[in-house]
């Protein structure tokens, strides 16, 4: 039972382009989602959060956006740049307690020169 | 940006080897998790420790056991390593409801 879900394996974008990155999820328990970038022989880097709270949150190039009601949860990186080309994870979890990340299964996403 | 270090970063040992994954961090993180990934696929949660004497089990399944005697240090350990284990072992840490930051990861390959 796939609590969160990317279903794109892997995105392609040209450079400067806009890269939009989709995540859906089951359980409504979720209150906080996060987006990591992660390199094959790295540990995950935090990129971006969103509480429920909220419908949108903007940092840089990187913006999130929680659509409650669909369960959907979106990351616009704009303009995309080379550098970006990673797996992207899109986690979530409960704020209170132990905050157990439940994660999506990534999408590779290459930005083209 | 957390201070968050896992040793060794690479590990290829035996069948029925006993083994131990570091994972240190220098922040006062109250909070510590182990997560295992295959490739290509999702991070899965095995232990996490809420604090000093505090170890509890995660959502997948592990024959990895933890200990978390100082705040900085939450080890983790297999008895007798099986190819079945080859993975990528990360830990992550947080305080309170702050976002949780990963170590390097250690990836390990079970002959």
């Known amino acids: 039972d796939q609590q969160v879900k990317q279903n794109s394996p892997s995105l392609s974008v040209q450079e400067g382009r806009i890269s939009i990155l989709n995540c859906d999820y089951t359980?409504?328990?979720?209150?906080?989602f996060l987006w990591y970038k992660k390199y094959p022989a790295e540990g995950p880097t935090f990129l971006i959060s969103i509480s429920s709270i909220k419908d949108k949150n903007e940092d840089g190039r990187f913006t999130v956006f929680l659509n409650k009601s669909a369960k959907h949860l979106s990351l616009h990186i704009v303009p995309s740049q080379p550098g970006d080309s990673a797996v992207y994870f899109c986690a979530a979890s409960e704020i209170q307690g132990a905050q157990k990340l439940v994660f999506g299964q990534g999408t590779r996403l290459t930005i083209n020169p | 940006e957390a201070d968050i270090y896992q040793t060794p970063r690479y590990l290829v040992i035996g069948t029925g080897k006993k083994i131990t994954l570091e994972c240190s961090q220098t922040?006062?993180?109250?909070?510590m998790y182990w997560y295992q990934q295959d490739p290509g696929m999702e991070l899965h949660l095995i232990h996490y420790s809420y604090g000093v004497n505090s170890t509890e089990k995660g959502d997948l399944s592990s024959e990895s056991t933890v200990s978390r005697i100082r705040t900085e240090h939450f080890p983790l350990t297999l008895e007798s390593a099986r190819p079945s284990h080859t993975s990528q072992y990360l830990c992550?840490?947080?305080?309170?409801?702050?976002?949780?930051?990963f170590g390097p990861g250690t990836r390990l390959l079970v002959l």
């Open positions: 992550a840490s947080t305080r309170g409801q702050e976002t949780q930051y």
């Open positions: 359980n409504s328990m979720f209150d906080y």
């Open positions: 922040m006062g993180h109250d909070k």
